[in-house]
């Protein structure tokens, strides 16, 4: 409770902070907004629908994009786990290619796919591949010998093995994955937006700057990170806790 | 002859030099027997164990169980190793049914889990999950678990070195009423004397570099068997005196190495 009354606090702080620093400097809101009018631009951008349509819209590119790359990185990830040449060749390749920003293939995406849906979703996935292949082979690389061992001993082997040990004996690598993936796909996805087309959060974003409405683009700033903070805080580190807790990897 | 370890030799090449870890084991276990391996750390007796269970091959010789020569590990041997080896996935119950899920139907399976459950006490645990109950507790599931698919004999590799003293106790009763119940050989690894005068009919004593059999001693003192006894007494003191001279060996070894780089 403590610690929250301490955020609460610091918030106010900083909104009244901003809010005296702008009225006494002197700057007009398309420079530097104000808090008020950025408020004012979040609730407007709320009651004419353009924000929930833009919500909507950058959600079902995420979803689609992450599913994609979940599917695709635990495949990848089995396989750089499972065959020796593979994780020497793809392997090596995925590593450097992680230190590509996902949105610089953005330009050949266009000419691929157009400058639509399919571009922004390519980027996204790239986004969250890569991230959840690199956890998929180390989840499945890191599982306990003893839990092997001990299923070898009760008749498992092969397919059964790696289906019914190996595979949940690596989910909490896989949760960890799924949790960095979404981060990754959804700073891919919003840098997508801006350079390509709409409708979404980022759309809008270019959208308010072109026009100079620099309230709207603080107020569509704010609403990016309080989405990713949201999903990270509520869904992604709480299914993490829980899988660590119950595999055993974090004292309770 | 039941279980038999048929002069075998275990060693294993590291850096070009060969490090011999077992030499020349011979011994026969009959059926219905409890049988403790019993030496210092590094005599190779959890090798031993995880060859019998066919986890890892024999060098040379070979393991046969009833005439039948081992080769891979499968449920004729349970193990049960320090560690408990639950999968943390799955609740109590659901451990304990791993080994039956394919020899037989889901609500066979799920009598014969509680059946072995309520044979450690721990019936009421059924749908709890590994990281709920305490160490103790845990073997006892992993006990229930090698047991429940009727195995021809328990391998047990140092089942309860994690746990602490009362706990570990209690355990040694609870093992000793179910060998008498069930009437299961038992080849139980450990380095503890007292324990393996406690529990076993036969202990074999190893010694090391290279790891051998240095004795095979029958114990015939009457269950439940006291330490203050004065047979158990008198045994303890005899077992030291044999792995005392290993244990100086181990010692000065570590010492010599100390003392070379």
């Excluded at chain 2, 005439?67 to 408990?84: H, L, S, T, Y």
């Amino acid at each position: 409770m403590q610690r929250t009354i301490k955020q609460i606090i610091f918030i106010v702080a900083l909104i009244v902070i901003w809010e005296s620093v702008v009225r006494i400097g002197g700057w007009t809101a398309d420079i530097m907004p104000k808090p008020s009018d950025v408020w004012q631009a979040l609730v407007r951008g709320f009651e004419d629908g353009t924000l929930i349509y833009d919500l909507g819209a950058s959600f079902q590119r995420l979803l689609i994009g992450l599913a994609i790359a979940l599917l695709l990185g635990m495949g990848l990830g089995i396989l750089l786990a499972k065959s020796k040449t593979a994780d020497e060749t793809l392997g090596s390749l995925i590593l450097s290619l992680q230190s590509v920003p996902s949105i610089v293939w953005l330009p050949l995406a266009i000419m691929w796919f157009g400058l639509n849906e399919k571009a922004v979703i390519f980027i996204v996935v790239l986004g969250g591949t890569l991230v959840m292949t690199i956890n998929m082979r180390a989840g499945i690389k890191n599982v306990s010998p003893l839990y092997i061992k001990a299923a070898q001993t009760m008749g498992s082997k092969g397919i059964d093995l790696f289906i019914k040990v190996i595979l949940p004996a690596a989910v909490p690598y896989a949760v960890t994955g799924a949790r960095l993936a979404w981060a990754f796909a959804w700073r891919g996805l919003m840098a997508a937006e801006i350079l390509s087309t709409g409708p979404g959060l980022g759309y809008t974003l270019k959208y308010a700057s072109d026009f100079g409405d620099m309230s709207l683009v603080i107020a569509v700033m704010i609403l990016i990170g309080v989405i990713g903070t949201v999903v990270d805080l509520i869904f992604f580190q709480r299914v993490e806790k829980n899988v660590m807790r119950r595999w055993g990897l974090e004292a309770s | 002859m039941f279980l038999h370890i048929d002069h075998v030799d275990k060693q294993f090449t590291n850096n070009k030099t060969v490090h011999q870890i077992l030499t020349d084991i011979d011994l026969t276990i009959h059926e219905g027997e409890f049988v403790s391996i019993l030496g210092p750390s590094g005599c190779g007796k959890s090798t031993l164990l995880s060859m019998v269970a066919g986890l890892s091959d024999v060098s040379s010789g070979k393991i046969t169980l009833e005439g039948k020569e081992i080769k891979k590990p499968g449920k004729d041997r349970g193990m049960v190793f320090q560690q408990a080896a639950l999968f943390p996935w799955l609740n109590v119950e659901e451990n304990v049914m791993f080994p039956l899920r394919k020899e037989m139907g889901k609500k066979k399976a799920k009598e014969t889990a509680q059946r072995f459950l309520q044979m450690v006490q721990l019936s009421h645990y059924a749908d709890h999950y590994p990281h709920e109950l305490s160490g103790g507790m845990q073997q006892r599931v992993a006990i229930a678990r090698a047991l429940a698919m009727n195995p021809k004999v328990l391998l047990m590799d140092e089942p309860f070195g994690a746990l602490d003293e009362q706990t570990r106790a209690r355990m040694h009763k609870e093992l000793e009423t179910i060998w008498v119940e069930t009437k299961k050989t038992i080849l139980f690894v450990t380095h503890s004397i007292s324990e393996s005068i406690k529990l076993s009919d036969r202990i074999i004593v190893m010694g090391t570099q290279p790891g051998r059999v240095i004795a095979d001693i029958k114990v015939n003192i009457p269950r439940p068997r006291q330490m203050d006894q004065k047979e158990a007494a008198e045994l303890q003191r005899r077992i030291n005196a044999l792995l005392k001279t290993e244990i100086d060996k181990v010692v000065n070894e570590e010492l010599a190495h100390a003392a070379n780089h």
